[in-house]
């Protein structure tokens, strides 16, 4: 797998991921807003979303000295797949949780 892309190695990390997830739950709204939704510096957080922006995963409206993003089209369904994976993942972490839980208790 030594063809990795920016795109991937931007996915691979927890905040790029975050916001994505926070953008996509929050239609259009404003850096600060994910910034504190992901729990992210305002400044990490403008990074984030100009390499997203870079990516075609985000769009940025200006309306005076008003600056919304929003997800591109692409961003949606890259969001909604990384969306399915967060929670394929959570439910296999619960699985093996349980069947430790199991395996515990017929050791008592």
Same mark, same amino acid.
Do not use: W
């Given at each position: 797998?030594?063809?990795?892309?920016?795109?991937?190695?931007?996915?691979?990390?927890?905040?790029?991921?975050? +916001? !994505?997830?926070? &953008?996509?739950? @929050?239609?259009?709204?404003?850096?600060?807003?994910?910034?504190?939704?992901?729990?992210?510096?305002?400044?990490? +957080? !403008?990074?984030? &979303?100009?390499? @997203?922006e870079g990516e075609g995963l985000v769009e940025f409206n200006k309306e005076g000295r008003i600056k919304h993003v929003k997800l591109t089209p692409r961003g949606v369904d890259i969001?909604?797949?990384?969306?399915?994976?967060?929670?394929?993942?959570?439910?296999?972490?619960?699985?093996?949780?349980?069947?430790?839980?199991?395996?515990?208790?017929?050791?008592?």
């Amino acid at each position: 797998m030594s063809d990795v892309t920016p795109l991937m190695r931007l996915l691979l990390h927890k905040k790029p991921v975050d +916001t !994505l997830l926070a &953008l996509a739950e @929050l239609k259009e709204t404003y850096a600060s807003v994910v910034a504190k939704k992901t729990d992210c510096t305002y400044p990490y +957080t !403008l990074k984030i &979303l100009d390499d @997203l922006e870079g990516e075609g995963l985000v769009e940025f409206n200006k309306e005076g000295r008003i600056k919304h993003v929003k997800l591109t089209p692409r961003g949606v369904d890259i969001a909604h797949d990384l969306l399915g994976l967060v929670r394929h993942l959570n439910q296999t972490k619960e699985k093996i949780g349980e069947e430790a839980e199991e395996i515990t208790q017929e050791e008592d």
